[in-house]
């Protein structure tokens, strides 16, 4: 089971360190339509996690109070909702395609600013890996551990292209190369740690899991709607990014279907 563990938690991690290492093939400036494509992939794949991997669950779990199911659900979501944007004031941050810091206004490096906003879109989702397996743990049929190797290896592809954004833009800035790369994979590190503890705390997480189902959801809509749909849609040809998004969200109900 610990093996179990390692592997599910770590599997996004990956999916963030070979997106990164695309800068160490990269030789030239980073295209804004790939960018624009690969967000708009990302979201598709959250949008769609967050659907069948969370929020179906959590109703599922809370089905038992009748036509009040969807409390704790609800309840969740809005948590959920409200922790990111406290984090989102809390910690300072700069989104791709922006000159204006949002959170306190620190005296940080652009790059370190960078890396802080894909790391702060990866804490929901940890979370929701740590959550869905922890659900799988107490083995009641609503959450699985497949369901809990579906949506870590649907973070993990909607990761690839997030380990992309944050390097190779610093590459196009002029940062070497490795350091770059480094910078990439260290923005993925929150993820695996968020998941290990949400497991660790599987005797308090079972329980409650309908909110906290609800909860990853609501955290990975707010990264969504906040960050990645206006980073895919800035510019010309926003049209791409919302193909993409599509193209995501259909994988991701594919591979629920298929390996859920």
Request: aromatic letters at 10%; hydrophobic letters at 60%.
């Amino acid at each position: 089971m610990v093996g179990e563990a390692i592997r599910v938690i770590f599997i996004p991690f990956l999916g963030t360190a070979l997106g990164a290492a695309g800068v160490l093939f990269m030789k030239k400036d980073f295209n804004a339509f790939l960018q624009r494509a690969l967000t708009g992939l990302a979201a598709g794949v959250m949008v769609a996690a967050s659907i069948w991997s969370l929020l179906i669950p959590a109703m599922e779990q809370s089905a038992g109070m009748g036509r009040w199911a969807f409390v704790p659900v609800v309840a969740g979501f809005w948590l959920g909702i409200l922790f990111l944007l406290f984090l989102d004031r809390m910690i300072p941050h700069l989104h791709q395609n922006s000159d204006e810091p949002e959170g306190p206004k620190v005296p940080l490096k652009r790059t370190t600013m960078l890396m802080l906003a894909v790391a702060l879109h990866n804490v929901p989702e940890g979370l929701a890996v740590g959550v869905v397996f922890a659900g799988g743990l107490a083995g009641d049929g609503t959450v699985t551990l497949a369901k809990a190797l579906v949506l870590s290896i649907g973070i993990a592809l909607q990761n690839f292209p997030e380990g992309a954004i944050i390097s190779m833009p610093l590459r196009a800035e002029g940062m070497k190369k490795s350091y770059a790369f480094l910078y990439g994979v260290l923005s993925g590190i929150v993820e695996p740690v968020a998941a290990l503890l949400a497991i660790l705390l599987a005797g308090l997480v079972v329980p409650a899991l309908p909110y906290l189902l609800g909860f990853a959801a609501g955290a990975m809509f707010y990264v969504v709607v906040e960050g990645l749909i206006p980073e895919m849609s800035v510019g010309r040809h926003s049209n791409l990014g919302t193909l993409f998004f599509a193209f995501g969200f259909t994988v991701m109900l594919a591979l629920d279907v298929v390996l859920g």
